[in-house]
Structures are given as structure tokens and as C-alpha cells.
T-cell receptor
Framework: GQQVMQIPQYQHVQEGEDFTTYCNSS?????IQWYKQRPGGHPVFLIQ?????EVKKQKRLTFQFGEAKKNSSLHITATQTTDVGTYFC???????????FGKGTKLSVKP | GAVVSQHPSRVICKSGTSVKIECRSL??????MFWYRQFPKQSLMLMAT?????????EQGVEKDKFLINHASLTLSTLTVTSAHPEDSSFYIC?????????????FGPGTRLTVL
């Protein structure tokens, strides 16, 4: 079945540095969703991208969907300690019945 | 809006006992709820899709007789882990999709941490 590969698995940054996580698929995705899971918490929906080449911003977070709809990225500018957590990409949804999650990128931020 | 609750948040049980976990959508109706399992340091893995008024659809490798799912109303789905064993210890998370909106957004519950001794 469809899989989404996510890299890197871990990222350690100094507060103020930028951070990027990438999600790749061998097949065309109908959509891509991004979630953040704080340590000990549950996934929280951040955004959904649907259109080819789409770019969306949420404050310091920038989300991109590739032109071929086979890859996506999440970029955080000037990380803060509150950004700590695991960021998951996921594809699918109600129309396809379920979400398939990437393995996640665990971000740690050193103050 | 779009709040999903789970109960209990933590449960410790003896091997061989059954544990029921409830998932409720508090301020919206959900014809579809999903149950995921997350082992430490791993991603969420879908276990089953729960549809109100019909049988759940289980993912490959998930035993339907061991993980009983009941979606009796538009706001409640339950997962019962029968004859639990230590290898069933995990973080169980449910999610719900609103019956009204057209988006694919899944709203996740806070999760239930199950420890089987």
C-alpha cells in the first residue's frame, strides 16, 4: 500500500535555528496533512495541503506540497522551545478511509 | 470546537483481563472514528475504522476478536481489548471525523495508555 517516508527521524537544534522535515511518497498523493505531537500527548492537526505546489504559512511554520504531489515539507523558522515535539506527515483521509502516517521527525530544541 | 475525549487516560490491568476504552466526540457528530495504536518511539498505526451502526473494518494483522469495537452512536465508539497480554501494552488513540464538514480532518483524542502486567 501507499507509504510516506519521512526524514530525518531526529533533529536537534539550538533555539533560534531553523528546522525542516521532509515527507516523500513514491506515488501521487491526493493530499498531505501535518500533525504535531508533544511528548506524552496526542497528535494535533496543523494543516492539510491539497493542491500541487501549494504553500501555506502559519506564523513561523511554512508548509509546501510538491508540484508532482509526491513530497511535502514543513519548515520552522527560528525555532523556540515550544516547538519541541514529533512532527508527522500523513496522507489519506475520510475519502480514503484512513490516514497513513509517516514515522515522524522528533525535534528537540536546546535553549 | 471539535473536541474528542477518551476514557480512561491510563489503565493498568492484569494479564488475561479485558479493558474497555471509550472515545467520544463532544461537540460534533462522527459517523466514522478511527482507532490507532502507538508503541514507544514509533508512529501511529491504524488498527480499525469504526462506522456508526455497522461493523468495524480492521487493518491487516489486527485480530477483530481480540480488539472489539462498538460504534453505537454518532458520538461514541468503544474499543475493548479482550484477554489482554503484556504485548498489548501501548498508547491507544482514537480520532473522529465530523459528519458535517467536508474536510478530511481527523480530530484526535488524548489517548489511553494501557499497561498490562
Amino acid at each position: 500500500g501507499q507509504q510516506v517516508m519521512q526524514i530525518p527521524q531526529y533533529q536537534h537544534v539550538q533555539e533560534g535555528e531553523d528546522f525542516t522535515t521532509y515527507c516523500n511518497s513514491s506515488t501521487t498523493l491526493s493530499n498531505i496533512q501535518w500533525y504535531k505531537q508533544r511528548p506524552g500527548g496526542h497528535p494535533v492537526f496543523l494543516i492539510q495541503l491539497v493542491k500541487s505546489g501549494e504553500v501555506k504559512k502559519q506564523k513561523r511554520l511554512t508548509f509546501q506540497f510538491g508540484e508532482a504531489k509526491k513530497n511535502s515539507s514543513l519548515h520552522i523558522t527560528a525555532t523556540q522551545t515550544t516547538d519541541v515535539g514529533t512532527y508527522f506527515c500523513a496522507q489519506g483521509g475520510r475519502s480514503q478511509g484512513n490516514l497513513i502516517f509517516g514515522k515522524g521527525t522528533k525535534l528537540s530544541v536546546k535553549p | 470546537g471539535a473536541v474528542v475525549s477518551q476514557h480512561p487516560s491510563r489503565v493498568i490491568c492484569k494479564s488475561g483481563t479485558s479493558v474497555k476504552i471509550e472515545c467520544r466526540s463532544l461537540d460534533f457528530q462522527a459517523t466514522t472514528m478511527f482507532w490507532y495504536r502507538q508503541f514507544p518511539k514509533q508512529s501511529l498505526m491504524l488498527m480499525a475504522t469504526s462506522n456508526e451502526g455497522s461493523k468495524a473494518t480492521y487493518e491487516q494483522g489486527v485480530e477483530k476478536d481480540k480488539f472489539l469495537i462498538n460504534h453505537a452512536s454518532l458520538t461514541l465508539s468503544t474499543l475493548t481489548v479482550t484477554s489482554a497480554h503484556p504485548e498489548d501494552s501501548s498508547f491507544y488513540i482514537c480520532s473522529a471525523v465530523s459528519s458535517v464538514t467536508s474536510t478530511d480532518t481527523q480530530y484526535f483524542g488524548p489517548g489511553t495508555r494501557l499497561t498490562v502486567l
